[in-house]
């Protein structure tokens, strides 16, 4: 009976003093803390700033305008952070009673300064020689086309195939009238009765000027008189 009652008594003190503890830690209630995140000299809000409580993993973020709002207990140690500035740290007092707490946080630049980095394209001296040959110029083709069009026996090709226009024509029918008026009261002369220029034609076939053809290569390519634009672009076409 005494065993029973001893038992009893202490059971009766271990919910008391259980109570007792739990009264005491009822009285730690939850602050409600808020505030705005702000940095740099202009004092911009910073949006999406991290806000995390120390050893506790809880935590939040900034809105877009800056502001946040956590709950938060005395003694915790608030950790502010974000990207581009230092970390801020804040502790809410022990001895705080009130139910709300308010901060405008501060939150400094942080300006880290890089060794420099010089970035090579090649490796060695030897592989920037080998590029910068088989290199194209960002005119290569305009260079090309520049090249073929001041080409001398393209522009001898394109002289034949060009007809007269009207100055020359105009020049040529000038010079044929001033020629005949110099030349109207002289006898003329036939090289047919010439014994010089019966001379000079036996020695030209004689040094194979009728064998000779090269004339023939400068109009190879000039179009003929009865002739369109579409059989002259087949022509080219078969000979290219």
């Known amino acids: 009976m005494t065993k029973r009652l001893i038992i009893a008594l202490s059971a009766l003190l271990l919910v ?4 007792e503890h739990g009264m005491a830690q009822g009285q730690v209630k939850a602050i409600q803390f808020s505030g705005v995140v702000v940095g740099g000299k202009q004092s911009e809000v910073l949006p999406s700033a991290t806000i995390n409580i120390a050893n506790t993993g809880r935590g939040t973020v900034t809105s877009n305008n800056g502001f946040f709002n956590i709950p938060v207990f005395p003694g915790d140690s608030i950790i502010f952070s974000y990207t581009g500035y230092r970390r801020q740290y804040l502790i809410i007092p022990k001895n705080y009673n009130e139910p709300s707490y308010s901060a405008k946080i501060q939150l400094r630049e942080d300006a880290i300064t890089l060794r420099e980095v010089k970035v090579y394209p090649f490796r060695n001296f030897e592989e920037f020689k080998k590029e910068f040959l088989t290199m194209n110029l960002p005119d290569q083709q305009e260079r090309e086309a520049l090249a073929r069009n001041m080409d001398p026996d393209y522009l001898r090709r394109m002289g034949a195939m060009q007809g007269s226009g009207v100055n020359s024509s105009f020049q040529a029918s000038q010079n ?8 109207k009261g002289f006898a003329s002369t036939i090289p047919f009765f010439n014994p010089l220029a019966w ?27 009865n002739t369109n634009r579409d059989s002259y672009i087949r022509q080219q076409r078969r000979n290219n």
Do not use: R
């Open 16 to 19: 008391g003093l259980s109570a």
């Open 176 to 183: 044929q009238i001033s020629n005949y008026n110099a030349n």
């Open 199 to 225: 001379a000079s034609w036996i020695k030209s076939v004689k040094d194979g000027a009728l064998k000779d053809n090269s004339w023939k290569e400068i109009y190879k390519d000039a179009p003929t008189l």
